[in-house]
């Protein structure tokens, strides 16, 4: 299994929409959670980060996050073309510091 | 301006010939990384740094070495390259212990080698 997981995707959404990715991660005692945005070719781009059960907002973005089934999600309401872009599930995992692992990215296309 | 600084940004080289990413940040970050990029594998952390002379591998360091003699600089050294080193690399920082925040990236040096 996986440490973090994604769907590689693509996401299709029409404009205006919302679109909703998910990530789901291995280790119980991880306690940070990061949603990275990155265009083709770019370096990835600090969506959200959420650490406690529930919802966090932030504008259009809505990231939740849920412990006891180890999954996290980003919600983008009123999708734009401009959000066209591969989003970055990253965890911290354990209680520790290092180690920030990567899923592999779920490619979100929004059309006009 | 803070930023991570990597340089080369494209490089073209071929098999065997050292080659040297240079890595700086100027946030007095303790903790810096380097991380690699391949399709449909993601972001794969190559060695990573807790502070100056503190350095320690991560999960792919196989034909790679850093050093951390200064703790703006970070370099990571290809001793003899190989197409399989070919990726989109980047370096990463952030403030040492007790940080819970995110990772600030450098904007990524693409390597292509022959």
């Known amino acids: 299994q996986k440490e973090v997981e994604q769907n590689s995707g693509p996401l299709s959404v029409p404009e205006g929409a919302i679109a909703s990715l998910n990530c789901t991660y291995s280790?119980?005692?991880?306690?940070?959670f990061f949603w990275y945005r990155q265009y083709s070719g770019k370096s990835p781009e600090l969506i959200m980060f959420?650490?406690?059960?529930g919802d966090k907002e932030d504008g259009r973005f809505t990231a939740q996050l849920n412990k006891a089934s180890q999954y996290v999600s980003l919600l983008i309401r009123d999708s734009q073309p401009s959000d066209s872009a591969t989003y970055l599930c990253?965890?911290?995992?354990?209680?520790?510091?290092?180690?920030?692992?990567f899923g592999t990215g779920t490619r979100l296309l929004v059309s006009p | 301006e803070a930023q991570v600084t990597q340089n080369p940004r494209y490089l073209i080289t071929v098999t065997g010939k050292k080659l040297t990413v240079t890595c700086s940040q100027n946030?007095?970050?303790?903790?810096m990384s380097w991380y690699r990029q391949d399709p449909g594998l993601g972001l794969r952390q190559i060695y990573y740094?807790?502070?100056?002379?503190?350095?320690d591998k991560g999960d792919v360091p196989e034909g790679y070495k850093v050093s951390r003699k200064e703790k703006r600089n970070f370099p990571l050294i290809l001793e003899s390259p190989s197409p399989n080193q070919t990726s989109l690399y980047f370096c990463?920082?952030?403030?040492?212990?007790?940080?819970?925040?995110?990772?600030?990236f450098g904007e990524g040096s693409r390597l292509t080698v022959l």
């Open positions: 990463a920082s952030r403030p040492g212990q007790g940080y819970t925040g995110e990772l600030f």
């Open positions: 740094s807790m502070n100056v002379e503190v350095t």
């Open positions: 990253a965890v911290k995992l354990g209680a520790g510091f290092q180690k920030l692992v």
């Open positions: 280790d119980r005692g991880s306690q940070s």
């Open positions: 959420i650490y406690s059960n």
């Open positions: 946030m007095n970050h303790e903790y």
